[in-house]
Every structure is written in C-alpha cells, then in structure tokens.
C-alpha cells in the first residue's frame, strides 16, 4: 500500500495536502457515527429483544465497545507516527477502518447466523476503535505541522470541520434512506446503505493520501517514551479538555435516537437534526480556528464552554416544553454552534503543548483516552438514565456537568498561540 516514495518532507501547505488529510478523517468519522444515528435498527437486527429499549441499550453499549480500543489504538499508532511519519500512519488507520466498515456492513442478521452476528459486530466495532484512536493524533499533528505561520488555528480546525462533514454526510443519507423506504425496508437491509457508500468512498481517501507529504523530521524521535513521562501533567489536562467537547459531541450525535426514542418524532425529522448538527460543526469550527488565531487559543475554547455549561438544561427544557420539529433544530443548531467553537480552539491548543517528537503521540493518547471514557459511556449512561428517572433533562445535566470540569482544565492551561511547532 506504501510502495509509491513518499513527497519531499515539509511539502507546502496546498489545499490538495489538506484535502487529503480532512477526507480520510470525514470518511472514518462518518462511518463511526454513522453506527449512532442507526442504533435503533442495528440493535433491532443484532441484538434482539422481548424490550424495544433493551434492544436499544445493547445497541448504544456495543457503539460504546468502539471507544475500548481507542487508547489503544491511540498509543500503537500515535508512536508509529512519531517513529515513522504521520503519513503512514494516516495510511495504516483508514485501511484498519475500511476493514471495520466492510464487516459492519456485511454481517448478516442474528436471524439469519445466530450468535455469530453480534460477535461479528463487537469485533467490527474494535477494529473502528482502533483506527480511530490512532487517526486523530498523526492528522492533526500534520495539519499544525504543515500549517503556515499564523494560521495552524485555522488549518487544525479542519479536522473538526471534516468531522462535521461526515455528520452532514451521514445524516442527509438518514434522512434520504427514511424518506424513500418503508419502515419495514429501513429497519431491515436500508441502514446498511450507508455503510456501503462510505466504502466506495474510502479508496479516494487512500489514493489521496498515498500522495501527501510529510512533515515528521526523522532525527528527532529516539527514546520516545522516555521524552513523554515529562508531559504527563499537561496529558492529564488535555484528557479532561477534550472530555467536554466528547460529551457535547456525542450528546448532539444522540440526537437522532433522542429524538426518535424520548420525544417519539418521525424519523425523518429526527434525522434532519444530524444535519442541522454537522452543518453548525463545519462553520462554526472554522470561525472558531480563524478566531483562535487572532485571540488566542484560550478565549475561544473558555468562552463556547462556559456558554454550553449554561445554556444547556435550559436548552432541553425548551425542547421538552415544546417537543417540535422547530425547537429540535433550534436547539440542536445552537449546541452543535458552541460545541465547534470551543472544539476547534482546543484541537489546536492540545498538539501546541508538544514537541513534534512527541506530538502525534501524546495527542492520539490524550484524545482516545478522553474519547474512550467520556465518549464511548455518554450514550449508553443518557440512554439508561433516560429510562430509569422518567426525567428526558438528563442529557441537558450531562452536558453541563463535564462543561464544568472542562471549564477548570481550560483555565489551567497555557495560551499557545505564540508555541513554536
């Protein structure tokens, strides 16, 4: 797969580079979430149940199995990124992720192979894990690398934005899939539709990518682990940062099941807030990336969070009151707004911590562990709080309560907008 020499080290930024580093993340990230906003059917056909809703909790746990392997994912191919470059890194995460997806995509129902198919579906989900864990770092790292002075805000908050590409990519299918089938059609083969789709996709990534340059400066990578345990304070913060952004994150990707499953919305409309939620990610992430590099990195991650850390409850009272198509999309638009503000600001504040050596790897551990906490339990605890309280605020306080932890972590760490990278 990596025959083709790899270009010159420190190619210049062009869009063509950038491109390549944003597609491969939008198309693993898609089929990531892609699984989150068909939970209610996959659980259907992988996990059968006499209860709808424990269907349905088995379904968010085995999205939540994704999350386990990311740290690990996250430490293996975050340090082969510092060893042998970010670019066959990024090479070896989607072809870990296209495997995943083909097997997600292709198992047969319970029905059809018994246990075997939920079996399947754990180890699918592992293997996206995996790929997941180890994208975030070496993409990141190389979109600050490769950025050019005064603008590695900017350039960093593609990798948010391309992350909102895949939610509106995966959520106008959702909605197309519910509008042209039946619920009978949808439940039994059409949430596979878009898996299939991601995977044609996925070869123009790899092409793509095969032909980026690199940015890792091979002398500097000895001793790897040793150079590390110095940056263990600042890793610690960088977790309980990115533990916020995963918890808006996933709320506003359960919005969709939220939707279908407390308010009892059409699934169409449901749907229609995953776009609304990928559209809001994809600006405001940009603006947020634009912004940090004209105020710094942390007013733009301080002032979204402490907004989301209020607004939030009330937010979801409104919805709850008036459980309307309107309010849903007012909503959602307003937290998925805050949530790239403050997440484009982070996602170039983080890497800026570290030194290239070690940058792909501290962010990739950093991140996974965040996302595989914090993540990977948002759904399946919202989902099973949701039905033991009776009380639908619930992800409203979930939100609001990482904010606050996120708020305290934020203030601890240092501006880095003048950082050498």
Same mark, same amino acid.
């Given at each position: 797969?990596?025959?083709?020499?790899?270009?010159?080290?420190?190619?210049?930024?062009?869009?063509?580079?950038?491109?390549?580093?944003?597609?491969?993340?939008?198309?693993?990230?898609?089929?990531?979430?892609?699984?989150?906003?068909?939970?209610?059917?996959?659980?259907?056909?992988?996990?059968?149940?006499?209860?709808?809703?424990?269907?349905?909790?088995?379904?968010?746990?085995?999205?939540?199995?994704?999350?386990?392997?990311?740290?690990?994912?996250?430490?293996?191919?975050?340090?082969?990124?510092?060893?042998?470059?970010?670019?066959?890194?990024?090479?070896?995460?989607?072809? %870990? +992720?296209?495997?995943?997806? #083909? *097997?997600?995509?292709?198992? &047969? !129902?319970? @029905?059809?192979?018994?246990?075997? =198919? /939920?079996?399947?579906?754990?180890?699918?989900? %592992? +293997?996206?894990?995996?790929? #997941? *864990?180890?994208?975030?770092? &070496? !993409?990141? @790292?190389?979109?600050?690398?490769? =950025? /050019?002075?005064?603008?590695?805000?900017?350039?960093?908050?593609?990798?948010?934005?391309?992350?909102?590409?895949?939610?509106?990519?995966?959520?106008?299918?959702?909605?197309?899939?519910?509008?042209?089938?039946?619920?009978?059609?949808?439940?039994?083969?059409?949430?596979?539709?878009?898996?299939?789709?991601?995977?044609?996709?996925?070869?123009?990534?790899?092409?793509?990518?095969?032909?980026?340059?690199?940015?890792?400066?091979?002398?500097?990578?000895?001793?790897?682990?040793?150079?590390?345990?110095?940056?263990?304070?600042?890793?610690?913060?960088?977790?309980?940062?990115?533990?916020?952004?995963?918890?808006?994150?996933?709320?506003?990707?359960?919005?969709?099941?939220?939707?279908?499953?407390?308010?009892?919305?059409?699934?169409?409309?449901?749907?229609?807030?995953?776009?609304?939620?990928?559209?809001?990610?994809?600006?405001?992430?940009?603006?947020?990336?634009?912004?940090?590099?004209?105020?710094?990195?942390?007013?733009?991650?301080?002032?979204?969070?402490?907004?989301?850390?209020?607004?939030?409850?009330?937010?979801?009272?409104?919805?709850?009151?008036?459980?309307?198509?309107?309010?849903?999309?007012?909503?959602?638009?307003?937290?998925?707004?805050?949530?790239?503000?403050?997440?484009?600001?982070?996602?170039?504040?983080?890497?800026?911590?570290?030194?290239?050596?070690?940058?792909?790897?501290?962010?990739?551990?950093?991140?996974?562990?965040?996302?595989?906490?914090?993540?990977?339990?948002?759904?399946?605890?919202?989902?099973?709080?949701?039905?033991?309280?009776?009380?639908?605020?619930?992800?409203?306080?979930?939100?609001?309560?990482?904010?606050?932890?996120?708020?305290?972590?934020?203030?601890?760490?240092?501006?880095?907008?003048?950082?050498?990278?």
């Amino acid at each position: 797969m990596t025959n083709t020499p790899p270009p010159p080290t420190n190619a210049s930024p062009s869009h063509g580079v950038v491109a390549a580093a944003i597609a491969g993340n939008a198309l693993e990230f898609y089929d990531f979430v892609t699984y989150s906003f068909f939970a209610v059917y996959i659980g259907q056909t992988f996990f059968p149940a006499g209860d709808p809703f424990l269907s349905l909790l088995i379904s968010v746990a085995v999205f939540g199995v994704g999350f386990v392997s990311r740290p690990l994912g996250g430490i293996l191919i975050g340090a082969y990124a510092d060893k042998a470059g970010r670019r066959p890194a990024m090479l070896l995460t989607i072809a %870990l +992720i296209t495997l995943g997806t #083909l *097997g997600l995509a292709l198992t &047969p !129902s319970y @029905a059809s192979i018994g246990i075997a =198919a /939920p079996l399947i579906v754990v180890a699918c989900r %592992l +293997i996206q894990g995996l790929a #997941l *864990g180890g994208e975030v770092g &070496p !993409s990141t @790292a190389y979109l600050v690398e490769v =950025a /050019p002075a005064g603008k590695r805000g900017f350039y960093a908050s593609w990798q948010l934005a391309s992350q909102g590409m895949a939610i509106v990519v995966a959520g106008a299918m959702g909605v197309a899939m519910t509008l042209l089938l039946s619920p009978a059609d949808l439940a039994s083969w059409g949430w596979r539709v878009p898996f299939l789709v991601g995977l044609l996709l996925l070869p123009i990534a790899i092409y793509m990518r095969r032909n980026m340059g690199e940015t890792l400066e091979q002398h500097a990578n000895p001793a790897t682990k040793a150079r590390i345990k110095p940056y263990t304070r600042l890793i610690l913060l960088s977790i309980l940062v990115i533990l916020g952004g995963t918890v808006s994150t996933y709320v506003n990707n359960y919005m969709t099941t939220y939707a279908i499953t407390t308010l009892h919305m059409a699934p169409a409309i449901s749907m229609a807030a995953t776009v609304v939620t990928g559209v809001c990610v994809l600006v405001f992430a940009l603006i947020g990336g634009l912004y940090a590099d004209k105020l710094g990195r942390k007013w733009l991650m301080i002032a979204p969070r402490l907004a989301l850390a209020v607004v939030t409850y009330p937010a979801f009272m409104l919805l709850v009151a008036f459980p309307k198509p309107v309010a849903l999309l007012l909503v959602t638009a307003l937290l998925a707004a805050l949530t790239g503000l403050t997440g484009a600001a982070s996602l170039v504040a983080v890497p800026e911590l570290f030194p290239r050596e070690i940058r792909a790897t501290a962010l990739s551990v950093s991140y996974a562990i965040g996302v595989a906490l914090f993540g990977g339990s948002t759904q399946f605890i919202v989902t099973w709080l949701i039905h033991a309280t009776g009380n639908p605020l619930v992800p409203g306080m979930y939100v609001a309560g990482a904010s606050v932890i996120t708020l305290w972590a934020m203030w601890v760490l240092p501006e880095t907008k003048a950082q050498a990278v």
